[in-house]
């Protein structure tokens, strides 16, 4: 099992900047991969950004040259630094891991841009 524990969400303004946490816990030594995933009201749960075991990241097309994924394996702790924050980035955020076939979420984490 593994714990995945979120901070950093809350209100800020357009062009504006919030930078996200996740540290887990529990079986962390099999983690493979790491990443991000958000879900605004009435739509789909979608992937922001990840990281893998060995350091590479993917990026949503729609976060690219904004957001950056980061991570610490020593304290097992992901980031999302984002900058330049639009009202469309308005969304629940979720934390994900990858252990094998297995998939763990942390509970999220509320991100809002006030236009």
Do not use: H
Not at 46 to 54: D, G, P
Not at 68 to 73: G, P, V, Y
Not at 92 to 104: D, E, W
């Amino acid at each position: 099992q593994v714990q995945l524990v979120e901070s950093g969400g809350g209100l800020v303004q357009a062009g504006g900047s919030l930078r996200l946490s996740c540290a887990a816990s529990g079986n962390t030594l099999y983690i493979r991969s790491m990443g991000w995933y958000r879900q605004a009201p009435g739509k789909q749960r979608e992937l922001v950004a990840t990281i893998r075991s060995y350091g590479t990241s993917d990026y949503a097309d729609s976060v690219k040259g904004r957001f950056t994924i980061s991570r610490d394996n020593a304290k097992n702790t992901v980031y999302l630094q984002m900058n330049g924050l639009k009202p469309e980035d308005t969304a629940v955020y979720y934390c994900n891991a990858g252990i094998g076939a297995q998939t763990y979420w942390g509970q999220g984490t509320q991100v809002t841009v006030s236009s």
